[in-house]
């Protein structure tokens, strides 16, 4: 079975400029998470989806970070404009109904 | 919502030697996951431990929870290089969310 696919993995790009993380769960997973993990903050919640409903974006930090799911298979990350403090790795995650959270490998995000 | 965090900070061991490691928390919960992060990588689950277990085992992992003192270890026997990782504790947020401490980051030399 394929996994949580994260896409890039790796992204550089000036600040200012419009960044899209993009991730695919896993086929039948019906709850979608993104994270934030630096080293400062840890792991943190950014929003979470269940079946393809945003329930909880309290932790988007900022108007410039908005986040979609049009479809099950299918989520968006979005920061614009970005700045130099969005560095992080942005991790994605998916479940099904009670099981564990499976995570993909994350987009490593640099913002010069 | 609440973290768990995890004690100690970062742990160096030798191949073979026991690895212990603690999150603690504040109010009660329902339930506590151990989850395993290797270098690059996303976190892979280890274990769930609900609470009213007290002890839970999966291959050299064991993880006790002492809903009493609010904390819970989680013990690698026999550690091996491949165990090098972070390990972090995760607690139920509101609906199906978790909270994730800041970790202990686990060295296992040869």
């Known amino acids: 079975d394929a996994g949580v696919i994260q896409s890039p993995r790796h992204e550089v790009t000036e600040m200012g400029q419009e960044v899209t993380l993009r991730c695919k769960p896993i086929?039948?997973?019906?709850?979608l998470f993104w994270y934030r993990q630096t080293m400062m903050r840890g792991l943190e919640l950014l929003i979470y989806?269940?079946?393809?409903?945003?329930?909880?974006d309290s932790g988007m930090p900022e108007d410039r970070f908005s986040a979609k799911m049009p479809n099950a298979s299918f989520s968006t990350l979005k920061i614009q404009p970005s700045e130099p403090r969005d560095s992080a790795v942005y991790f994605c995650a998916s479940r099904q109904r009670d099981w564990p959270q499976h995570f993909g490998d994350g987009t490593r995000l640099s913002i010069l | 919502s609440q973290q768990g965090e995890e004690d100690p900070q970062a742990l160096s061991i030798q191949e073979g030697e026991n690895a212990t490691m603690n999150c603690s928390y504040k109010t009660s919960i329902n339930n506590l996951q151990w989850y395993r992060q290797n270098s690059g990588r996303g976190l892979v689950h280890l274990i769930l431990i609900r609470s009213n277990e007290r002890e839970k085992h999966s291959g050299r992992l064991r993880v006790t929870l002492d809903t009493s003192k609010k904390s819970s270890s989680l013990l690698i026997t026999a550690s091996r290089a491949a165990d090098t990782a972070s390990y972090f504790c995760?607690?139920?947020?509101?609906?199906?969310?978790?909270?994730f401490g800041k970790g202990t980051s686990l060295l296992v030399t040869p």
């Open positions: 086929s039948g997973h019906n709850s």
């Open positions: 989806f269940n079946n393809n409903v945003p329930i909880d």
């Open positions: 995760a607690l139920p947020n509101s609906g199906y969310a978790l909270n």
